[in-house]
């Protein structure tokens, strides 16, 4: 299997060779592969590649799934604008 | 100051369990806020557009979106359910304070209960070059058609055999569109027979102990390579092949969408026969948090069936929480919610379930009969090829040919238990039972059988029908379920087919019923040549 043509992370376009780079370079939890490969942190924020990457690290790792964590989830779920923020938390009076 | 509206219950997603869970809540005077993501309610069921399974009581027989029409019409009539549409929670903090996107505008909630029914996302297989365009998700493909009626392609090839890629590779056909072969890793077919059976006599191939390696095309999909796998999994060598398609479709299993639990920080844990990681909770739905409360495919992936009861007991466990009546009638509706749920998993089919809540600390086992927690005829042919066994067959037809003599009589080719009994609740003359427990395989009493063909409609997996075998001198008369556009007008010759697709014989259309009573599933009566009143189980209409 060519690990260069193996697509993980589609938002990010981040390939199998680089998240089994990044695990043999000791980066071992979805956490930190998320920071130094980008993978999960586009639109779809880890749902498409998240369980692969964990089941991944834990192949490599021999660490059982019931061991691994996903990534962090923090608010907002899913893109939204400034103008949508201030719209509907500011009122008349704060203005 | 910002604003912040107090709710009494948000109930997070517009799915078979949010809608159910609403309901619940919301009949004993709890005053439901019901956000949905999408501009129109119904979740995953708005696509389906096949008979359920399951019990009379849960709507089986009944198509999803018919069923979902009728949750829709409730919630809409319901005073107490505010519906918040093109509604995105997009967070949840320590204080339980909630934000949606409603209206472009992020507005700000403090809910004193939450359920959350935010189902699932669909699992990604990683092979080689898995992001030509082409490649879809079996959720999408459904969406492309069943919602907006785009035809997704031409030629699908279909990985994975569970239920989900046996009902949209049946959909793919109806719709007109070519599935090349359905591949599946394990040695066995993942969904229902009934379902694979289906798919064989329409001529689909399902390739059990298959893998897909690599797709094929330069600027979008043209092919497929995939290879047979071992015992352990591994390629066999010297086996790959490559199918021709214009599209891959991935149906290899869904997994919770918990992103939002785990922003409140909700315990969650890997249950692989659950699908994923899934929230730990307790059996009256509630999270590690309290008054925060999940249903449906959040909190393991299995049918919508069990998502509606489960939104039912998240809801009705709200109503007992915070509610100020009926806390005695809400505690029996709980327990009756329980034992449905127990019945619904007590199957073979629901081992894997129970398992997975076991690992969750449920005691959900303790009750089940384990007398149905096996198969009760060896299906292992059929669970691998979507073919019946000659002893499968034998065991379902008359014991005695000379039963066939008396006239036309319906035949059940239904081998796997599973809760299910459209057909035993159909049949105006009783003649078929499941023996008192809904996991067991019907069996047609030959001598109260009229040959009516009422089940033929009625059954969700096309799997009766009527077989007259004496019809005249030379020919038998096969009445068969046809779900399928053009239908065929009587006196018309169509190509007849047996349990593999392959072509046995012209058969002559000779009565059709396909009134509202059928509910577009047409019982179609076909004249063949005697000799194959016990293989005849398909045809094909000429276009």
Redesign the interface.
């Known amino acids: ?2 690990e260069n ?4 992370c ?1 938002c990010e ?1 981040v390939t ?1 060779k680089e998240i089994r780079n990044a695990i043999r370079e000791g980066f071992t939890t979805v956490e930190e592969i998320k920071r130094v490969t980008r993978s999960g942190m586009g639109p779809c ?1 880890g ?3 998240g ?2 990457i ?1 089941k991944e690290i834990s192949q490599m790792t021999g660490k059982p ?2 061991e ?1 964590e ?1 990534q ?7 893109g ?1 604008t400034f ?3 201030t ?5 008349e ?2 203005k | ?3 912040i509206e107090n709710l009494e219950l948000l109930v997070v997603g517009g799915g078979p369990a949010g809608l159910s869970a609403a309901l619940a809540a919301a009949n004993y005077g709890i005053k439901v806020s019901l956000a949905e993501e999408r501009e129109f309610l119904g979740g995953q069921l708005i696509k389906q557009t096949h008979r359920f399974f399951g019990s009379e009581k849960e709507y089986a027989g009944t198509r999803g979106i018919d069923i979902l029409r009728k949750l829709i019409d409730e919630v809409n009539k319901n005073k107490n359910i505010e519906v918040l549409l093109s509604s ?6 320590e204080d339980n304070v909630v ?1 949606i ?2 209206d ?5 909630y403090y809910p004193q209960s939450i359920i959350f029914a935010t189902g699932a ?1 669909e ?2 297989l ?6 030509l365009p082409g490649i879809f998700g079996a959720g999408a493909v459904q969406t492309l058609m069943n919602v907006y009626g785009v035809m997704p392609a031409t030629n699908v090839l279909m990985i994975g055999s569970g239920n989900i890629g046996l009902i949209v590779s049946y959909q793919l056909l109806q719709a007109g569109v070519k599935v090349a072969a359905i591949v599946e890793a394990a040695p066995k077919i993942g969904g229902y027979s009934v379902h694979a059976s289906k798919l064989r006599r329409l001529g689909v191939p399902i390739l059990t102990s298959h893998t897909i ?2 797709a094929i095309g330069k600027e979008k999909v043209e092919g497929a390579v995939i290879c047979e796998l071992d015992n352990d999994w591994n390629e066999v060598k010297d086996t790959e092949q490559l199918i021709k398609c214009d599209a891959i479709c991935l149906s290899v299993g869904l ?1 919770p ?4 639990l ?2 409140r920080k909700v315990k ?3 249950v ?1 026969e659950l699908g ?2 899934v929230p730990l909770r307790d059996e009256n739905m509630e999270t590690s948090i309290k008054n925060l409360f999940v249903a449906g495919d959040v909190s393991g992936i299995e049918e919508a069936t069990a998502a509606m009861i489960e939104g039912q007991i998240a809801g009705l466990s709200v109503a007992k929480r915070i509610g100020k009546n009926n806390k005695k009638e809400i505690e029996k509706r709980i327990e009756e919610g329980k034992n449905e749920l127990e019945l619904l998993r007590s199957g073979p089919v629901g081992k894997k379930i129970r398992k997975g809540l076991s690992k969750l600390g449920l005691n959900h086992g303790k009750n089940y009969n384990e007398n149905f927690s096996e198969e009760a005829l060896d299906i292992s042919h059929l669970m691998k090829t979507g073919v019946p066994s000659e002893e499968n067959l034998k065991n379902k037809l008359p014991s005695e040919e000379k039963v066939f003599d008396k006239g036309p009589i319906a035949i059940s080719e239904c081998f796997q238990r599973f809760p299910c009994d459209p057909c035993v609740k159909s049949c105006p003359f009783n003649a078929i039972s499941e023996n008192g427990n809904i996991n067991n395989i019907p069996y047609v009493d030959f001598e109260k059988c009229t040959g009516c063909g009422i089940c033929v409609s009625k059954c969700p997996g096309l799997a009766m029908f009527v077989v007259h075998k004496n019809f005249s001198e030379t020919t038998s008369v096969v009445i068969m379920p046809y779900e399928f556009l053009p239908r065929p007008h009587k006196g018309e010759i169509v190509k007849v087919f047996d349990r593999e697709g392959k072509y046995l014989c012209d058969g002559k259309v000779i009565r059709i019923l396909d009134g509202k009573f059928q509910d577009k599933t047409a019982a179609v009566s076909i004249e063949i040549p005697k000799r194959y009143y016990l293989q005849a189980r398909n045809f094909k209409v000429e276009e």
């Open positions: 299997m060519d043509k193996v697509i993980i589609r376009d199998l924020q749902k498409t590649c369980l692969l964990a799934m019931e691994i996903l962090n989830i923090r608010p907002p779920y899913g939204i103008e949508e923020v719209k509907g938390t500011i009122t009076n704060d | 100051m910002s604003k995105r929670v997009l967070g949840i903090y934000t996107l409603n472009h505008k992020m507005k700000k996302s699992k990604f990683a092979f080689e070059n898995n992001d390696k690599k997994t969408l918990v992103d939002l785990k922003q969650t844990t890997y692989s994923g990681y």
